[in-house]
């Protein structure tokens, strides 16, 4: 496996990162990137310069997965990752982890301090969904349980601290959960 930048006018990199986002997201966050072509602009807006936008492949040019990043202001501090996904038969098996290290990296290059991302909670996935968020909110994100395999633990092994919630982003009882990680020592 190898991790690249694909260019504005490899379409079947940009083809298959498509597919991959729009079928990866469909079972928990219904609503985002339903239809290919949505997922296709997805892709092409991370294409653009003050973007990062990186896919591992394996040998044959078979995409296993993608991130991007945004640089999201804060003079260049702090950068999103948005999205990341990894090919269903290929998780577990390192890709992500990999792909955030190499996000990083990029980040880290281009002077950024911290790398940020909020990963929605729309279907109860864990114990910040489906309760008021308003009262008591950093002791119920201290004591935040998995219940339906949502991938903030995932984030965590890759050294995240969950730093925030949106109660009701999404609709009431609806958080997304706000996570980042220092980028310097």
Request: net charge negative; hydrophobic share 35%; glycine share 12%.
């Amino acid at each position: 496996m190898r991790i690249i930048s694909p260019s504005r006018d490899d379409e079947t990199i940009i083809q298959q990162a498509a597919v991959m986002l729009s079928e990866g997201f469909r079972e928990h966050w219904p609503g985002a990137w339903e239809t290919l072509e949505e997922a296709l602009q997805e892709v092409h807006e991370m294409l653009a310069e003050d973007r990062i936008c990186r896919v591992a492949i394996d040998d044959d040019g078979t995409v296993l997965g993608w991130i991007g990043g945004i640089g999201e202001g804060y003079d260049g501090n702090v950068w999103e990752l948005h999205p990341m996904v990894v090919r269903k038969d290929q998780q577990k098996r390192g890709i992500g982890r990999a792909l955030i290290a190499d996000l990083e990296d990029r980040v880290r290059e281009r002077g950024g301090l911290t790398l940020t991302l909020g990963s929605d909670d729309e279907d109860d996935m864990t114990t910040l969904g489906g309760v008021d968020l308003y009262g008591d909110t950093w002791e119920k994100i201290q004591n935040i349980r998995n219940l339906k395999g949502h991938p903030y633990e995932f984030y965590q092994k890759c050294g995240f601290k969950i730093t925030g919630v949106m109660p009701d982003a999404n609709g009431p009882g609806k958080p997304d959960i706000y996570m980042s990680k220092r980028l310097f020592r």
